[in-house]
């Protein structure tokens, strides 16, 4: 059993930066791919950013590419993801996810398949 708790996020004008974190408690932290989703009003759950068990192969879609890190420290068991250049449209609650998902056949893009999922951080970008 995994729990997960976001933090950092708010209000931030075009342009600007936040870092998101996640915590998480319970065993074999290490042992979980761990993404970041976004859900904004109206529209679907969707991939922002995954990394693997190890840190070492991270994937982002392509609305955040060059502008999103994510990474993650095994012994504090969190990941975050730092966003910069922030756009309206980067406006949604964001949740971090873990899952035992293997790396090969892009499963980690499918919310459905993770296991544990935090209550969400609202990220507000304004014009």
């Known amino acids: 059993q995994v729990q997960l708790v976001e933090s950092g996020g708010g209000l931030v004008q075009a342009g600007g930066s936040l870092r998101l974190s996640c915590a998480a408690s319970g065993r074999s932290f290490s042992s979980y791919t761990m993404g970041w989703f976004r859900q904004a009003p109206g529209k679907e759950r969707e991939f922002v950013a995954v990394v693997n068990w190890s840190g070492s192969s991270t994937d982002y879609a392509d609305s955040v590419k060059g502008r999103f890190t994510i990474s993650r420290e095994n012994a504090k068991n969190t990941v975050s993801l730092q966003m910069n250049s922030l756009k309206p449209e980067d406006t949604a609650v964001y949740y971090c996810?873990?899952?035992?998902?293997?790396?090969?056949?892009?499963?980690?893009?499918?919310?459905?398949?993770?296991?544990?999922w935090g209550q969400g951080t609202q990220v507000t970008v304004s014009s």
């Open positions: 996810a873990a899952g035992r998902i293997s790396w090969t056949g892009s499963y980690y893009l499918k919310n459905g398949n993770y296991n544990y």
